[in-house]
C-alpha cells in the first residue's frame, strides 16, 4: 500500500500568492518522522524539514511553514508570498521505526509536486 | 551537512553494457543508499550499501543486477548491469551521518542514465 501521498501532481501560482502543498500518509508505528524535500530543476534533492510523531507544533521558517495533524494524517507544506525561485518538484517523505530492519532510516517518498510559481 | 558528489553526472549507454556510478561524501558517514527515479516519477530506495558487508537490497532488487561495493566510510559505487531501455533513470546516492529514523538524509546530485 502506497505510505506517501501526494494528490497535488502540478500547481501552478503567480509570484507573490501563497500556496500549501499537500501530503497525507498511511503508518501503523507510532514512532515515525516526516520530512519535505525540495527537488529544483538542477535534480539535487535538498532537506527542507524533519517532524517526528511526538511533535505536532507547526513550524515556520522564513517563508516556509508546515502543518503537521495527526488526526488527519497530514503534514502540509505552505509557501508563502512565493517566488520564482521556488519553482520545483516537492517530496514528502516517511520513515517508519518498524523499517529499521530493512535499512535504518529507510525513506518512503510520495509522488512529488511540481510547482511552478509564474512570475 | 555533508556535501555529495556523484560520477559520471549523466551517460548514454548501449543495451546490454554495464555503468558503475561513483558516490563521494565529503566526511564520514554511517548509512549510504541508493536510489532510483524514473521519468517523472518518485524515488524508490534500491539498496543501502553497508560499510564492510554486503549491501541491503529492497524489495524487487537483486544483487545481480545491481551489485554495491561500500569500502570505506566516505565512498560508494553502484553497478547497473547488462542494461535495457527500462534502466534509463536517475541514480541517486545519500547518506545519513546516523543510523536510525530520524535522521535527515543528504542526496547527491544524481546520475542520469539514458540506455539505447
Known amino acids: 500500500a502506497q505510505k506517501v501521498t501526494q494528490a497535488q501532481t502540478e500547481i501552478s501560482v503567480v509570484e507573490k500568492e501563497d500556496v500549501t502543498l499537500d501530503c497525507v500518509y498511511e503508518t501503523r508505528d507510532t514512532t515515525y518522522y516526516l520530512f519535505w524535500y525540495k527537488q529544483p530543476p538542477s535534480g539535487e534533492l535538498v532537506f527542507l524539514i524533519r517532524?517526528?510523531?511526538?511533535?505536532?507544533q507547526n513550524e515556520i521558517s522564513g517563508r516556509y511553514s508546515w502543518n503537521f495533524q495527526k488526526s488527519t494524517s497530514s503534514f502540509n507544506f505552505t509557501i508563502t508570498a512565493s517566488q520564482v525561485v521556488d519553482s520545483a518538484v516537492y517530496f514528502c517523505a516517511l520513515s517508519e521505526w518498524e523499517a529499521q530492519g530493512t535499512g535504518a532510516n529507510n525513506l518512503f517518498f510520495g509522488t512529488g509536486t511540481r510547482l511552478t510559481v509564474i512570475p | 551537512s555533508a556535501v555529495i558528489s556523484q560520477k559520471p553526472s549523466r551517460d548514454i549507454c548501449q543495451r546490454g553494457t554495464s555503468l558503475t556510478i561513483q558516490c563521494q561524501v565529503d566526511?564520514?558517514?554511517?548509512?549510504m543508499f541508493w536510489y532510483r527515479q524514473q521519468p517523472g516519477q518518485s524515488l524508490t530506495l534500491i539498496a543501502t550499501a553497508n560499510q564492510g558487508s554486503e549491501a541491503t537490497y529492497e524489495s524487487g532488487f537483486v544483487i545481480d543486477k545491481f551489485p554495491i561495493s561500500r569500502p570505506n566510510l566516505t565512498f560508494s559505487t553502484l553497478t547497473v548491469s547488462n542494461m535495457s531501455p527500462e534502466d534509463s533513470s536517475i541514480y541517486l546516492c545519500?547518506?545519513?551521518?546516523?543510523?536510525?529514523?530520524?535522521?535527515?538524509?543528504?542526496f547527491g546530485p544524481g546520475t542520469r542514465l539514458t540506455v539505447l
Open positions: 517532524r517526528n510523531s511526538f511533535d505536532e
Open positions: 566526511s564520514q558517514v554511517t548509512m
Open positions: 545519500s547518506a545519513s551521518r546516523l543510523a536510525g529514523i530520524g535522521n535527515e538524509q543528504f
